[in-house]
């Protein structure tokens, strides 16, 4: 038995628990609820993008900004937090984190114009991936075994049905509050919450740590800010530009970065550095494989909803509470699957994966025919069975990936793997929202967020949809990187 294991055995045996030890999932609710207000608001702003267009007068690329800003500067602080949760321990790091994040959901509240909500986004990301990790770290070094599959589990659940449901909360919110003031209760809302959970997080979270004596390497952040901003700008700025020779130069200089970054990298291991793209951690086979299948479908997942927002809403002229509507389908079939994933995991090991994007892919194929076969106009009952099929798709994937990707990693490097790999699904989401944005406002939709109706945006919106499913496509091949099962995983965790 290992140390960490001993320290937990007589942990619960001082609180008296016995199986299960209720702690242990006291301390699982509370970094859960976190981990849905952080996950939640990847998604909820995007039912309100409309009304903040109307109401702060933002152009197409500035919502764009609100959106994937948020999932860069989430996903960019999280190695570093993850790192420094390692070495001082993971609760001071989600306490900080949160508070940053409620005081920066008010800021978003309150601003004035776009820009003002870009920068409150940018730090309220900031707070998200400061946090983050600490509830990874936390699962890693709580539970074991099977109660660890079954923890990542729920915290699956969490991510999948947060990231659905946030638009029908958006919707509701925006419908009590009004249209005009209603998408700044999307971000206020998360004081209320803020101000119940840092008290009880305070009492209930351990405050183990390991004394890991890790480095930031602030240059391979730099560049990888860099490399991720080179391409995130041009894709955003240069469609609503008209394309101009900037965008392209811009765009391509992210190559030569890329090159230095991976330089620069490999560099810093060598010389026994810790680099933020880790070789030592990308030649656990699951652990590459994960990060990069969890980078392309978050791209082609997140998106989506951005998509059939913006449509259904500038598109179609229906309400953000209609919008919300939409989704709840796909939220649904998340929930019924997400839960029990470790079981159908356990079993069926990476097939679980592979079923789960398979699922997305016809779910997203099933949108593009029901929006095709609607018309101008195509009605929600539609898109009812192919968000269902997707969501119950996607319930089978986030968690599992997770456990596969994180199952041999050393327990003393648990904050910088889960830091990492949930960068790659932040900064896969960043990318999926320049991307898709890109296809979805192509067709001359270049002004201000403004206009009632615009019947286009149903169309460009399949064009949206296919490239989604071309990235979980690519998604579904990375599994092939997997181990055959989560038991094979966790003897090359304790070889």
Known sequence: MSTDEVTRTQRSGDEGGGPGDRRQWHILAVVLVGSFMAVLDTTIVNVALPSIGKGLHASSAGLEWVVSGYALTFGLSLVPAGRLGDRYG???????????????????????????????????????????????????????????????????????????????????????????????????????????????????????????????DPVGNALLAAVLLLMLVPLVEGRSAGWPLWSFVVLAAAVPVAAILKFWEVRLFHREGEPVLRPDLLRHRSFAGGQLLALCYFAGFTSLFFTLSIAWQEGLGRSALATGLLIVPFALGSLLTASKSNRVSARLGRRTIMIGCTGMLVGQAGAVLALHLGGPSPSAWLLVGPLAVAGIGNGLVVAPNQDFALGSIPQREAGTAGGSLITAQRVGAAIGIAVIGTVLFGSGQQGSSTQKVMPQLVHTAQSATLVNLGFVVVALVCTLTLPASIRQERAEENE
Do not use: M
């Open 90 to 216: 993971a609760k001071p790091f989600f306490l900080g984190g949160l508070l940053l994040f409620t005081l920066a959901s008010v800021g978003c509240g309150v601003s004035q114009n776009s820009s003002e909500l870009i920068v409150a986004r940018i730090i309220q990301g900031v707070g998200a991936g400061v946090f983050y990790p600490a509830i990874s770290a936390t699962l890693q070094r709580t539970f074991t075994g099977d109660e660890r599959s079954r923890a990542f589990a729920y915290f699956g659940a969490v991510v999948g049905i947060s990231t659905a449901v946030g638009p029908l909360l958006g919707g509701i919110l925006i419908e009590l509050a009004g249209e005009q003031s209603g998408w700044r209760w999307v971000f206020l809302v998360n004081l209320f919450v803020g101000a119940v959970v840092l008290p009880v997080a305070f009492r209930v979270l351990p405050g183990d740590r390991d004394d890991q004596r890790h480095e930031l």
